[in-house]
């Protein structure tokens, strides 16, 4: 791939024309007036990505030399110079593939070097792109190119006499009469009508401002394709489809319920020139005046447009959609991954890890402060075993003896049955002072059955490593998240319909981002969540737990140096993404760079402090001026940083814990009555809307113009995933399984059969089985006196 000093001109060899190649407009300049920064700006962040800085690193610690750009300007600059970077690459191909050829002249190369999309290089290189042999070739060696451009030239002459001209029965490519010659001579402009890059260009915009997407359901299919009823007779602009409207179409089309259309805008039954037609026509010179050659020349307009061009740029419309759509879904999908990933974790507290079943029954395991492992079993409180009281004392004695605070239990099958087992306990033993919430076992099954997962717990059954990862999940959702591939954490809208490496490499980097944005504790971090600090790859994570393994904790930050293949480069990206609690040096527990740490001495000479006094005086540091401290190396912007960062040493970004109490009774959808006010909590953030849990196994859908009472383009400017928020019942359609919900509980309850204004756009999910009530607990006798047991063998073992 070319450097960005090469993108800036021609290299040497490519200089040596018979004319001197214009300049190429630099990289930087473009990347630098796309994102309304300066120059050096984005230079200064090129050469530190070209060096090996990851995006975490430059925008944490070397915001001098960008002048501050952040994450987000810095995923986007480096996405765009790949992009630029690979059309440069392509541009050098293509002006060496028509040097080649003997056709390169300074009009053809201009244009190359002006091209700004990669579209735009295409089309002025189709001309010259080897192709098979066309009809256009074959008449040109049949000596037919003089023909064509007489006609087009000349149009008072008649074709057919100046065709006659050019029969001849004999010879390598023989013309058998006039009618063969002037289909010839029509073969070579069509090819040239529709081989001009400029009108290419413009007729590519002019569809896509005008042109409509059409769908309609095939023939039988509409019953198998109900879910696609929305599109069975629909049309829309292409410049107003939303994206996940846009992925639905073309979902319809794979399966082949709808089919699609990609129109013009123009009456494909009108017998008069289309305005695009009329537009190719200008372009050559060709009128209809009466004259001989007109209605020539008007057929041959009319034939490259409808045989060559309308369905190149058909293709073209479908491929444009196609990526704004992509394009955009991957944007949600890697925003509510890092809403996901950056949810409050309820911290270190001895959990309870619950991954709920009817038949195989409840899989339990129990997690101590530090997220180890420490004891599971299974219980049987549901169909077809029914042991509820059984099951109340296992999870009692298991609470009393682990000194539980919290519960966690999966959001799967038998959730909210499940969650009625906890709440009984919770109100028959009340001094156990649990917290219970419901948590997404997304990706849950996939983690089990990984290779981390069966290395970690090796004895362990995959159901109840399950178990285990759902109670991490509530210690530190970014923590065990990691361990899990992105893409299957299932916060995305037609995920499986992406492309995969753009959708993995976008979510590698929210993940990436998440995890140097909260921290990492270099002493207890599994291998999955090392992989992910800035300059740490696998091979990095395997070393450092292996030598944390081997020789015990580390104690400082240096002692990094000593774990094989851990150079200079990466403990400068790694080092300040790193925690270590209760080290040698308390810095060592912050976010300051050691790179800084001569400058935190200069603090603490100016203050007459120790850096264990100084940390958390937030009037001391508050009084400081960082321009003092600034040098040639620090700027007044790290300066900053070190002293927020000294009043609150590896501050969690992250919110504080909060759980959705979910209302007793309302256990189904035929439960719900519209009107109801719930507490839900917000499980998936989609283009048209929200999808939120209100604890009946199937989530509703909050729809966008249900969100605010003021008009929001994107519904994460008011929720965001594993947000708790109130919300009210407004539809509840049990044969398709569909809940409508709104944020604004003053709305009023649409009347039976009334369809609602916003459009609906339920996403139909599956119902799962619902088993026969759950027995009510005793709650005395034997039950109460197995508790009080369990209560005294507790106090005997911590005695």
């Given at each position: 791939m070319p450097s960005i000093r090469r993108s800036a001109g021609a290299s040497s060899t490519h200089r040596a024309h018979c004319f001197e190649r214009p300049p190429v407009p630099k990289i930087a300049s473009i990347i630098a007036a796309e994102l309304a920064v300066r120059e050096e700006q984005v230079q200064a962040a090129i050469d530190l990505l070209d060096g090996g800085s990851t995006v975490p690193f430059i925008a944490r610690y070397r915001k001098e030399a960008t002048g501050m750009l952040d994450d987000v300007q810095l995923r986007a600059l480096e996405e765009r110079l790949g992009y630029?970077?690979?059309?440069?690459?392509?541009?050098?191909?293509?002006?060496?593939?028509?040097?080649?050829?003997?056709?390169?002249?300074?009009?053809?190369?201009?244009?190359?070097?002006?091209?700004?999309?990669?579209?735009?290089?295409?089309?002025?290189?189709?001309?010259?792109?080897?192709?098979?042999?066309?009809?256009?070739?074959?008449?040109?060696?049949?000596?037919?190119e003089p023909l064509a451009e007489m006609l087009l030239t000349n149009p008072d002459k008649h074709p057919e006499t100046e065709a006659a001209a050019f029969v001849k029965t004999d010879g390598e490519h023989p013309v058998a009469d006039v009618k063969a010659a002037l289909e010839g001579a029509r073969a070579i402009l069509v090819e040239r009508f529709s081989e001009h890059a400029d009108l290419t260009g413009s007729l590519r915009e002019a569809i896509w401002s005008r042109g409509q997407l059409k769908a309609s359901v095939r023939t039988g299919k509409k019953t198998e394709g109900a879910k696609f009823a929305d599109y069975f007779d629909f049309s829309e602009p292409y410049q107003k489809l939303p994206s996940h409207r846009i992925l639905a179409l073309l979902r319809g089309e794979k399966e082949e319920i709808l089919t699609l259309d990609f129109g013009d805008g123009e009456d494909p039954d009108s017998k008069e020139p289309t305005q695009y037609e009329n537009r190719i026509a200008a372009t050559f010179g060709i009128a209809r005046k009466g004259r001989p050659g007109d209605a020539f020349l008007s057929d041959c307009v009319r034939w490259a447009w409808r045989t060559r061009i309308k369905t190149g740029l058909a293709l073209d419309t479908r491929m444009r959609?196609?990526?704004?759509?992509?394009?955009?879904?991957?944007?949600?999908?890697?925003?509510?991954?890092?809403?996901?990933?950056?949810?409050?974790?309820?911290?270190?507290?001895?959990?309870?890890?619950?991954?709920?079943?009817?038949?195989?029954?409840?899989?339990?395991?129990?997690?101590?402060?530090?997220?180890?492992?420490?004891?599971?079993?299974?219980?049987?409180?549901?169909?077809?075993?029914?042991?509820?009281?059984?099951?109340?004392?296992?999870?009692?004695?298991?609470?009393?003896?682990?000194?539980?605070?919290?519960?966690?239990?999966?959001?799967g099958t038998a959730s909210r049955e499940t969650e009625k087992l906890v709440t009984d306990l919770m109100k028959l033993k009340p001094e156990l002072k649990l917290t219970k919430a419901i948590v997404s076992e997304a990706g849950a099954s996939v983690y089990s059955a990984s290779e981390f997962a069966s290395k970690e717990f090796p004895d362990l059954d995959v159901s109840i490593r399950g178990a285990v990862s759902i109670a991490r999940r509530l210690q530190d959702p970014l923590g065990e998240l990691v361990k899990v591939p992105p893409q299957s954490i299932g916060v995305g809208q037609y995920q499986h319909d992406l492309n995969q490496h753009v959708l993995s490499r976008a979510l590698d980097a929210t993940v990436e981002d998440c995890v140097n944005a909260v921290g990492v504790d270099l002493n207890t971090a599994s291998a999955p969540l090392l992989e992910r600090v800035s300059g740490i790859g696998e091979t990095l994570a395997a070393n450092i737990v292996a030598h944390r393994d081997g020789n015990g904790p580390f104690p400082s930050r240096a002692k990094l140096k000593e774990v094989p293949r851990l150079g200079p480069k990466a403990f400068e990206q790694c080092a300040g993404f790193l925690r270590i609690r209760d080290g040698e040096n308390p810095l060592d527990a912050s976010g300051v760079h050691p790179?800084?740490?001569?400058?935190?001495?200069?603090?603490?000479?100016?203050?007459?402090?120790?850096?264990?006094?100084?940390?958390g005086q937030t009037k001391t540091l508050q009084s400081l001026q960082p321009a003092s401290f600034a040098d040639d190396k620090f700027g007044i912007?790290?300066?900053?940083?070190?002293?927020?960062?000294?009043?609150?040493?590896?501050?969690?970004?992250?919110?504080?814990?909060?759980?959705a109490t979910f209302q007793e009774g309302v256990e189904k959808i035929t439960d719900l009555k519209p009107g109801m006010i719930l507490e839900a909590t917000v499980t998936n953030v989609a283009a048209f809307g929200a999808f939120a849990d209100i604890g009946v196994h199937q989530d509703g859908l909050i729809h966008i113009s249900a969100m605010s009472e003021r008009r929001i383009n994107d519904p994460r400017e008011v929720v965001k995933p594993g947000q708790v928020v109130k919300v009210k019942v407004l539809e509840v359609d049990v044969p398709r399984n569909r809940i409508?919900?709104?944020?604004?509980?003053?709305d009023p309850i649409p009347a039976p059969g009334e369809r609602r204004k916003d459009g609906g756009?339920?996403?139909?999910?599956?119902?799962?089985y619902r088993p026969k009530p759950e027995p009510k607990s005793t709650g005395g006798g034997a039950f109460a006196a197995a508790l009080a047991k369990a209560a005294e063998n507790s106090k005997g073992r911590s005695k």
């Open positions: 630029l970077r690979e059309m440069d690459a392509r541009r050098i191909a293509i002006i060496d593939s028509i040097k080649q050829q003997g056709k390169l002249t300074p009009e053809i190369e201009k244009a190359l070097l002006a091209a700004d999309t990669k579209a735009r290089l295409e089309d002025i290189y189709l001309p010259f792109k080897e192709k098979r042999r066309t009809k256009a070739q074959i008449a040109r060696e049949a000596g037919l959609l196609w990526q704004q759509a992509e394009k955009e879904a991957v944007r949600v999908f890697a925003a509510n991954l890092r809403d996901l990933l950056l949810a409050a974790p309820a911290g270190g507290r001895a959990t309870l890890g619950l991954d709920p079943g009817f038949r195989t029954g409840v899989k339990v395991a129990v997690i101590d402060q530090t997220g180890k492992f420490v004891d599971h079993t299974t219980i049987y409180p549901h169909e077809p075993a029914r042991k509820w009281n059984e099951s109340m004392l296992e999870l009692a004695q298991l609470c009393i003896k682990h000194r539980i605070e919290l519960v966690a239990i999966g959001n790179e800084a740490y001569p400058l935190v001495k200069k603090i603490l000479a100016a203050t007459k402090s120790d850096i264990k006094a100084i940390i912007p790290t300066v900053t940083d070190i002293l927020k960062e000294l009043e609150k040493p590896g501050r969690d970004p992250r919110p504080e814990f909060k759980t409508g919900l709104t944020l604004r509980l003053s756009g339920n996403a139909k999910l599956v119902d799962r």
